[in-house]
Structure formats: C-alpha cells, structure tokens
C-alpha cells in the first residue's frame, strides 16, 4: 500500500505545472536541438522564458477570448526539430499561453508524466493538448484548425 501512495505522490509531484519553472535550449555539435528543464553541463545554452498566463505585459494584463479556457500544454523533446520549433512559432504567433514541457527518454519521472497527459508512449513529440484535446501527431493545419476551435484566432494584418 505504500508503495502505491508514494508512488501517485510522485505522478502527482511530476505533473505539476507549477514545478516547471525553466526551460533550457541548446545545440549539441551535430546541430540537434535539445531541450531540458535541467541547466546541461554544455556552453552555449539558451534559457526560454515561459510566458506567464496573460496576454501582453504586466502592465496591461489582457483577458483570453471567452471561448478559449483550455490549459494548452506542448510536449518538446531534444529530437522533435524542426517541428518543435514551428509549433512553438504557431503558439506564439496566436498569442496562445501554453506551458512547454520537455520529455526526456532517459527520466522515467518524464515519460511517466508525458505516458499520463497523453496516454500512449506511440506518440513523439511534438504533442499539443488543448484542455482534454491531444494532437499526437505534428500536423500544422490540424494544430491550426484545433486552436481556432479552442477559441484562438489568427492575429489580424
């Protein structure tokens, strides 16, 4: 019985959003981008900066649209490139406030989480969920199509 509490506190602890607070980014000499929520022991590293939940700066907070009130996530890997980054580009192209979190082969704690949110290890990421919808599959009109649905439109010439 234990090892059944201790084990849904850790599932608990490892999809906690609020534990995600930075994302690193860098290339290895290949030219793979990886991504990471632990600083890697290489030069060169990139820290994002993840958006907090508003639209614009902290001096005009800005409402969503009224129809868009799903939690957008975007699952990353270090081997999902280019798609990640032109899913990142869609994202912030609508102004859509998302959380990015990165899956990491090697972490268990990481595959349990993504394993939880998307319910299938078949997928690779980039996977976007949109409140309880999963897009498994980088398809970029889907991904548009999906976030106008959500309430997250195109931004106007």
Do not use: H
Request: aromatic residues 8%; contains cysteine.
């Amino acid at each position: 019985m234990k090892k059944i509490s201790l084990s849904l506190l850790l599932l608990a602890l490892a999809i906690n959003p609020a534990l995600a607070t930075k994302v690193y980014q860098w290339r290895d000499a290949e030219g793979r981008v990886f991504y990471s929520d632990q600083p890697p022991p290489v030069s060169g590293v990139k820290e994002r900066s993840i958006r907090p939940n508003t639209i614009g700066n902290a001096s005009q907070v800005q409402a969503k649209p009224a129809v868009a009130k799903d939690e957008v996530v975007l699952w990353v890997s270090a081997s999902c490139e280019p798609a990640c980054s032109q899913a990142l580009a869609i994202l912030d192209l609508r102004q859509v406030q998302y959380e990015v979190r990165n899956v990491d082969p090697t972490n268990e704690k990481t595959m349990l989480a993504f394993f939880t949110a998307v319910g299938t290890m078949q997928a690779r990421p980039p996977v976007l969920i949109i409140g309880k919808e999963v897009l498994k599959e980088w398809n970029s009109p889907v991904w548009q199509a999906a976030l106008s649905k959500a309430g997250y439109p195109l931004p106007r010439k």
